[in-house]
Structure formats: structure tokens, C-alpha cells
């Protein structure tokens, strides 16, 4: 491996290839989607608790194929979780090693994993800091602080050193910082696995049969992905907590993107009457809009062009002069992937449109047209 002359890695690509094999996608039955890492041949693969969501089940994504496993073993005060799988995909045969020496500070390391929907993506850095910090609702502890960017969905995926042993499990990173991760170091780790290992050896756990794993439900809760999008999406100054519908099935967040732009989002569970469900992302846009502006034939050319941006968009202008904008599609089997698209889509012609809203208010007509009343604005509705 080339080294530099201060003794860094100047190419990183054969501990890439070393080790990418070994990180599988972890799904939830809740549609989180996070990473892993392969400790044990015997079909062990290490996580995030807050991954798996507290259940049973999961699903680990290797490069061969999709596999089912069940939890093993969680820990709270770590956010540590180990799941196992009966399948015997060829990943499992590429355990990763943990690192038996203390991290130094300043040294390289690479984060390894699936942020958002990129997978098999690795971001590079160094250990800034070892120090005892308190994440979430945990208890204070020591965490590795590494300035390689920890994204969602690089959860439980591997922080590696040269060697490519792995110094510490990616957790978590600052969303209003740059450059801000977190990993809990190798060694709580080890502690971990000896005393799931342990465990399972004396019989205190006792692990499912392969067709007990299979027949465990594995449904994705549409919902679950709807709030974990919602909590992740990086476009998102201000968020508004759920407020109550007079439908208990029904669920709505109010958003405030980066630029200002306010997104509504509804989301209907599935019911009798309506088995698949339903999510509606809006942007409910121009509040008291000039009605002089969109006499205007070139503002609304400006506008009505958006109709053919959208991919699975509807655009309607009321004749009363508003604007709406968003997608409503069925909400059956949604993913996480899925849920940050829909909202990324209408945040981003959101935005869009009302900057250029904001400029075309500054600007007198030029042309009439006939009253929006009279006439017949094509829409886009949903192709899928």
C-alpha cells in the first residue's frame, strides 16, 4: 500500500476492497435503512440499535442478494445491536477484524457504507477527537470524533483504519455542522460481541431456527419511513411536530425549507376503505398572490413550465389565483429511499418557485391575458 512521506495512506482502494463486501444495507421492518458489518463467518453482523428499531426482524442486503435475520441481541446504553442470518451468502466468509489498538488522533480512517439511497459509498478523513460526549437520550461515554461525513443510512456501518480493522461503528453526525461525526470505539464494541457470543454459547440466548427467521413478519410500516425521511432530509430549517387529524389514521407535519418555502405533508394509513394508503407532499404556496402578476402571460409560462419538471407532480393553478404543487402517491411497501424522494421533489420546486415568485412580484405586466377563470390549466398527475 502507498504510503506518503509522513506515513499516511495516499490509496485507500485496497482497504475499500477489502472491506466493502463486508458492510451489508441493514432494512428494518420499519423501512430504516441502515449499514452493518460481517464480525463472525457464522452469519453475525454487527449494527445500530436505533437501526433495527427495538424489533426482531431485518433484512441484510449483500452484494449476492437479499437475506432475512433476526436480532440477536441490543444495547441500550450503546446503541449497539448484533443480528444473525442463517443464509449463507459468500460475504459471510470476510469478517471484519476490530482493532486492538487505541485510535491516535490525526490519524486516517474511512467511513464505510449506504448514506441515503448511494450505496457502497465511502467518505475519507481523520480521528479528530476521542472524547466522552452525550448523543440523543444515551448516557455519556467515549466516542471516536472523525471528520469524515456520517450521513443517514451510514448507521452501524464500519469506521476503518489503514489496515482496514475496524476502530469504531459509525453512529451518528451533526446535521447544522460540517464535519461533525461520531463512532463508538472498537473496544466497547469487543466488549459487546464477547458478551453476545458468551451468551449464546451458555444458552442464555437462544437464537431462532431458520424457518422461525423466515416466518417472521416483515412488512415495511409505510409510517415509520414517512418520519424517519422527515427527521433526515437536509433541506429542512424548521420542522413542526405532528399535530392530531380528526382521522387517528391520518398524520401531517408543516415544513419550513432552508429558503422558506412552507411543504405540507400528510400521511394516511392504511385502512379498509383505502388498503394501500396514502402520502401527500404539498407545497401550498403563494399566500395573497398579486392578481395583476399572473395576468401576466410570461409569469405564467414561468410558472405553468414547472408542470413538466415534476416527475410524478401534479401543478394546478386555482382560479382564485393559487398555487398548488405537490405528489400523492400510494403509500404500500414505501421505503425510506422512496419517502426522501417524494419530499425532496416537491421541497426543491418549492423552493424554486417561490424565488421565482418573489421576483416575478417585483415585475408589472406586460401582456393580459384572459382571466385564469376562463382558463383550462393542464396537470400532471401521477404516471406511476
Known amino acids: 500500500m502507498k504510503q506518503t512521506e509522513c506515513g499516511g495512506v495516499s490509496d485507500w482502494s485496497q482497504v475499500v476492497e477489502d472491506v466493502m463486501a463486508s458492510v451489508p444495507v ?151 455542522a460540517e464535519s461533525l461525526g461520531f463512532a463508538i470505539p472498537a473496544d466497547r464494541v469487543q466488549a459487546f460481541v464477547n458478551e453476545t457470543l458468551k451468551a449464546i454459547e451458555s444458552g442464555e440466548i437462544e437464537i431462532m431456527t431458520a424457518s422461525e427467521v423466515e416466518a417472521l413478519p416483515f412488512q415495511r410500516i409505510p409510517l415509520q419511513s414517512i418520519r424517519q425521511a422527515i427527521n433526515d432530509y437536509p433541506g429542512i430549517t424548521r420542522k413542526v411536530d405532528p399535530k392530531e387529524d380528526d382521522s387517528p389514521n391520518v398524520h401531517r407535519w408543516s415544513l419550513v425549507t432552508d429558503k422558506g418555502a412552507d411543504v405540507h405533508i400528510a400521511f394516511a394509513e392504511e385502512t379498509d376503505d383505502s388498503p394501500l394508503g396514502l402520502l401527500c407532499v404539498l407545497f401550498d404556496a403563494v399566500p395573497e398572490p398579486n392578481p395583476s402578476l399572473l395576468e401576466s402571460s410570461q409569469a405564467l409560462q414561468a410558472l405553468l413550465r414547472h408542470n413538466d419538471t415534476m416527475i410524478r407532480g401534479k401543478f394546478v393553478l386555482t382560479a382564485a389565483g393559487a398555487i398548488e404543487l405537490g405528489v400523492v402517491r400510494e403509500a404500500a411497501g414505501l421505503d425510506l429511499d422512496e419517502a426522501i424522494s417524494c419530499i425532496q421533489e416537491v421541497v426543491q420546486a418549492a423552493d424554486s418557485l417561490s424565488a421565482e415568485i418573489q421576483a416575478l412580484r417585483e415585475w408589472g405586466p406586460s401582456q393580459a391575458i384572459p382571466k385564469l377563470s376562463d382558463l383550462v390549466v393542464p396537470t400532471r398527475s401521477d404516471t406511476e
Not at 480521528?127 to 461525513?149: F, I
Request: with cysteine; charged share 20%; aromatic share 4%.
Open 26 to 176: 441493514v432494512i428494518s421492518p420499519g423501512g430504516v435503512s441502515g449499514s452493518g458489518f460481517v464480525i463472525h463467518e457464522d452469519g453475525l453482523v454487527l449494527t445500530n440499535r436505533h437501526v433495527v428499531e427495538d424489533g426482531k426482524a431485518a433484512r441484510l442486503r449483500f452484494r449476492s442478494g437479499e437475506v432475512p435475520a433476526v436480532v440477536v441481541k441490543i444495547s441500550e446504553d450503546a446503541d449497539l445491536a448484533m443480528v444473525k442470518t442463517h443464509s449463507r451468502p459468500p460475504e459471510l466468509q470476510r469478517a471484519l477484524r476490530l482493532s486492538e489498538e487505541a485510535p491516535r488522533v490525526g490519524s486516517g480512517v474511512l467511513v464505510v457504507g449506504h448514506p441515503y439511497e448511494f450505496r457502497e459509498t465511502v467518505t475519507r478523513g481523520i480521528v479528530s477527537a476521542v472524547q466522552e460526549c452525550r448523543l440523543h437520550d444515551l448516557p455519556p461515554q467515549l466516542y471516536l470524533q472523525v471528520d469524515a461525513a456520517i450521513n443517514s443510512g451510514n448507521s452501524g456501518g464500519p469506521v476503518v483504519n489503514s489496515a482496514g480493522h475496524v476502530i469504531g461503528l459509525a453512529t451518528w453526525g451533526r446535521r447544522d
